[in-house]
């Protein structure tokens, strides 16, 4: 039995890798596609700082107000902006259909790293996995194999020890 379990497992380690990379491209598509949609449904536009952003050790970006001019009326959100620029500095943000201000458009290059980062975790999830199936098993097998053998030493050892048994 350890033999095929063994068998079985490693046929599924290594012929579910191409299975695993399909994953990385199924991702790939579906963030691209997220990406396109995010391109056109988001438009950006300048607005400015209302307040000064200070500068913070270690901090690159943080929230602050801004406002804009979009069909002649005033806007106001908050947006993430980079910091340590004083109040009036033009910044871009984006806003989404309704003029709501959102993420930038996912690029190319992010829709590549999570595909990758999906396909590497596919990769690596099914032979570990597999190893822990056989970890398992190897586990399983010892108990019985153990007990099995602690019953026929129960029967032997007293003819070897010519003790009575107990």
Known sequence: ????????????????????????????????????????????????????????MGIT????????NA?????????VVSSGQPAGTPVRIWLDERGEVV????????????ALTAGLLAVTALPLLCTLVWKGTLHVL??????EWDAEWQQIEPQWTRRQPS
Request: charged share 20%; no cysteine; proline share 5%.
């Open 1 to 56: 039995m350890q033999w095929w379990v063994g068998r079985l497992l490693l046929v599924l380690a290594v012929g579910g890798i191409p299975a695993a990379l399909a994953v990385g491209l199924i991702v790939h598509q579906d963030q691209s596609r997220a990406a396109e949609t995010e391109a056109a449904t988001r438009h950006p536009v300048t607005a400015r700082l209302v307040a000064d952003v200070p500068a913070a």
């Open 103 to 114: 993420p930038r458009p996912a690029g190319a290059g992010e829709a590549v790293a999570v």
């Open 61 to 68: 970006s943080t929230r602050a107000a801004v406002t804009w």
């Open 71 to 79: 069909d002649g009326t005033d806007h106001r959100a908050s947006a």
């Open 142 to 147: 010892d108990r019985r194999r153990y007990a």
